[in-house]
């Protein structure tokens, strides 16, 4: 089953309700702004972001213009070393690539060894979150409650945390 399909496959399981906007494959939140605009909707980022040694492999979902200090979010969340994971771990974690990344990415995480944060400020500034579905050639759209959901029904805990 190819990656967006699995993921469709999953939210109609769960009787969540999506909508969705193809494009041309994008690498960037920048470029895949200007195939969804006028859509409602948060446009995301998630980063998969890890500690030294590759440990504490972990999803973080927030608003795409929001910045942020990876030294002060380690701090935050007790992970020394944050940074950005590399190609081969991202591949054989959750099987994405840069670019392409999703929280929709557990559900490739077969060892069950990510922790998932979700900015505070996004959840309560929007109701409608934009993720990839594990490919970069659309962008879905569901409410923050349904993320939620998708998540808990994964056997993940959703920390929301202040940026």
Sequence with gaps: MDRRAQ???????????YKFVEH?????TETADLYIE???GCRTKTLFLVGKKKR?????VLDEHKEIDLKELGEKVGI???HFADYDFMKETIDLVPGGVS??????????VISIYIDEDMMKEHEIITFFPNVNTAT???HKDDMLKFVESEGYEANIIKM
Excluded at 24 to 28: L, V, Y
């Design 140 to 142: 879905f759209f569901i």
């Design 24 to 28: 041309p494959e994008t690498f960037d």
């Design 103 to 112: 929280l929709f990415g557990i559900l490739n995480d077969k060892n069950h």
């Design 80 to 82: 020394k070393n944050l």
């Design 7 to 17: 993921v469709e496959e999953k939210l109609k399981s769960l009787g969540i309700e």
């Design 38 to 40: 006028g859509h409602e």
């Design 56 to 60: 504490n492999p972990s999803l973080f």
